[in-house]
């Protein structure tokens, strides 16, 4: 299917020599950039530095054997680039033009090249976030009326490529997908798993956490490590597009809570397949939760694809007050909360309307998170 960005990123490929893709493992990036080089008729050729042996092969080759090989065709798809440790010496000759070739990096974690490159791919329009699809593209792909009758499983199986048309395999499908994700010990060229167990548990312990106000302590003490470990696991899932946390808004002022967050998934399938949780809605106690975790994954999904990059909080009491979600745009802020119930009335925290009068308050529920998810 089409990608919101597809045309963009058709258009940079002709007239910039990098380019980077950044999403979650199994989304479809290298496939992705694969169609579209064909579509273009472009010469190219596809490296994946998951494989092991791949990665050895390159780490054994001097500059001039490197110089040499990328330069055997027009277009080069890095898959995993992140894992490539020899990737910022190839970006240096190919921004020198001693390697005339364009590069595709593929990554699903951050790849180990220097920050001011990393900014000039930003500030260029360079760099494309590419995530599961949002419920627009599935709304292109398949309609608005299945994709409205369709929610709930998406609460439960999310939106991967693999199972966007929830057929019957997509419970043996997520769960492979996130056995694969438990079983890697790499994630980054410098960012290793040295305690495989101790991140099974934090991100085990994480997925039945969500939605919750936790400190790392908290995240620590029930997956059995120490605090270090747990906030370092932790930092590195949201870098590696896994989950996402949520800080909490204060002014330090009386009665919020400060040192907390938020845990999030960016997928909802890969969330319960974690947990290894694939009930109904009617058959669970977490709907609310799966319900929030979908609107606020999806609406940062959303805003990134389309370039906005926002800042995102959770506000809670110390008197249970709360607000699920605020959104800090250029020029406004936007607190809401959210219902799976269309009738539940949902009324603003009095206490954080006192504190901050200019923030506009919103319900999200079945009959209003259109407009929420697809809002540029």
Not at 92 to 115: M, Q, R
Not at 154 to 162: A, H, M, S, V
Not at 192 to 211: E, S
Not at 244 to 262: D, M, Q, R, V
Request: proline share 3%.
């Amino acid at each position: 299917m089409k990608r919101v960005f597809e045309d963009s990123f058709k258009s940079q490929l002709r007239t910039n020599r990098i380019l980077l893709l950044s999403g979650p493992q199994h989304v479809g990036k290298v496939a992705f950039s694969e169609k579209c080089l064909k579509e273009l008729n472009l010469d190219h050729e596809i490296i994946d530095f998951r494989n092991s042996k791949i990665r050895k092969k390159f780490d054994k080759l001097s500059r001039e054997e490197l110089l040499w090989y990328f330069s055997q065709h027009a277009f080069f798809i890095l898959g995993d680039a992140q894992l490539f440790d020899a990737l910022q010496l190839v970006l240096d000759e190919v921004l020198s033009e001693n390697i005339k070739s364009t590069c595709i990096l593929c990554c699903a974690f951050e790849p180990p090249i220097v920050n001011e490159l990393k900014e000039a791919l930003k500030w260029e329009g360079l760099e494309f976030f590419f995530p599961a699809l949002t419920y627009y593209e599935l709304t292109q792909l398949y309609g608005m009326v299945c994709e409205e009758q369709r929610i709930e499983k998406r609460l439960i199986f999310g939106d991967y490529p693999q199972v966007s048309d929830l057929h019957e395999e997509a419970t043996d499908t997520l769960t492979k997908i996130v056995d694969e994700i438990l079983d890697s010990t790499k994630l980054g060229a410098e960012d290793r798993v040295n305690k495989k167990d101790a991140m099974i548990r934090i991100l085990q312990t994480a997925a039945h956490l969500i939605g919750q106000p936790i400190s790392f302590n908290q995240i620590a003490e029930r997956a059995g490590v120490d605090n270090e470990t747990a906030e370092r696991y932790l930092k590195l899932f949201e870098k590696a597009h896994l989950l996402f946390l949520l800080p909490s808004f204060h002014s330090e002022l009386k009665y919020e809570l400060k040192k907390t967050h938020l845990i999030y998934f960016c997928d909802n399938g890969i969330r319960n397949g974690i947990i290894r949780n694939f009930n109904p809605l009617n058959m669970r106690m977490d709907e609310d939760i799966l319900w929030k975790n979908w609107l606020i994954s999806e609406r940062i999904k959303w805003n990134r694809i389309n370039g906005k990059e926002y800042q995102y909080f959770f506000w809670r009491s110390h008197t249970r007050q709360q607000l699920d979600f605020i959104e800090i745009q250029e020029n406004s802020k936007q607190a809401y909360k959210f219902s799976l119930e269309k009738k539940k009335l949902l009324k603003e925290s009095p206490l954080f309307k006192s504190y901050y009068p200019d923030v506009i308050f919103k319900t999200i529920n079945r009959s209003t998170y259109l407009t929420f998810l697809t809002r540029k």
